[in-house]
């Protein structure tokens, strides 16, 4: 039997990103996961791969940047080799203008990004147009931009599991530590460290609109998703007592994606979903060094931007771990 290499702890998207990463490069890597793959978090329904506003940048959004821009290849790959459609697309997205300050700033973050996005993206603001997919604004104007991208999040994550088998690893619930040791576990890891999890409720809507922007209207990601459903999410709760339950939040996250955008009004939900993501004391992921486990590492605290980050955590982690080469961010570091 051939000796493993990694062993990451954690069948969501970021261990097992580290594990493809480290794959990739001809390392053999072991995922070991009780509960099975994108069991927590990254089981949900949104899949927003939404970028940080293009202001006051700093070593987190451009870590995020770089991600996003490697999320094209990045995915294709994780296809090609699994066999399976991830849902990506990089179709942009649209978020209304409520007032001429609002307008204002979307009009400033357009100048910063032509600098701090390369080339790579744009972020303009632009009349409301005609078509149906289109949010209503109070101001006629919405900001649209090319980065975000959308992922479908389970088959994402368990395309990412196949993936790693096909380049000879393992993902297995139960099986021996060897090799480099890397905690990935979500919620239950972060607490470990001193960090936390938010509760997130979503809902999965009957409703085509494949192929459009996505939307952020009232603090609420819209995601149109390939198979003819849209995501709507979701809450952000400090404070939970049925951390996998939905409730009347998840209501009134549905009640107010209803008035900002009343196409959606009839649309049947087929699915609630709710579930805890895991958040660092700086909301930053926590990357590198296990922070209490001698020997161990560590790559935790995705949050809300998880699958965004995935493509940069797997390469930076495999950099640490095959090479010794530490290219984290420091405010990344436990």
Known sequence: ????????????????????????????????????????????????????????????KAFQFESLVMATGFWEKVSELSGVDVGYIRSGRLQPLADDRAVQLAQDRAATAQELWQGQAIW????????QW??????????????????????????????VIALGGEV????????????????????????????????????????????FVDALHIIPHGDGTVAVGSTSEREFDAPYATD????????????????????????????????????APVLGHHPTQDGAFIANGGFKIGFGMAPKVGEVMADLLLDGRDTIPEGFRA
């Open 172 to 215: 297995v619930r139960t099986g021996e530590q060897a090799g480099k040791l890397v905690w990935a576990t979500g919620w239950a890891g972060m607490q470990d460290i001193g960090g936390n999890g938010v509760k997130g409720q979503a809902a999965l809507l009957r409703y085509d609109a494949a192929g459009q922007p996505q939307l």
């Open 248 to 283: 009347a939040a998840l209501d009134d996250v549905l009640e107010r994606a209803h008035a900002a955008f009343p196409v959606l009004g009839g649309a049947e939900v087929i699915e609630r979903w709710a579930g805890v993501r895991a958040r660092s004391k700086s909301r």
């Open 1 to 60: 039997m051939a000796t493993i290499d990694v062993t990451v702890m954690g069948a969501g998207v970021f261990g097992l990103s580290v594990a493809y990463a480290c794959a990739l490069r001809g390392a053999r890597a072991r995922v070991i996961d009780p509960h099975g793959v994108a069991a927590g978090a990254s089981g949900g329904l949104v899949g927003a791969l939404a970028p940080h506003v293009p202001e006051n940048w700093n070593p987190k």
């Open 124 to 131: 303009q603001v632009v009349p409301v147009g005609t078509e």
């Open 134 to 163: 289109m949010p209503p604004s109070p101001t006629g104007l919405v900001v649209h931009d090319t980065l975000s991208a959308l992922i479908h999040p389970r088959r994402a994550t368990r395309a990412l599991a196949d993936a």
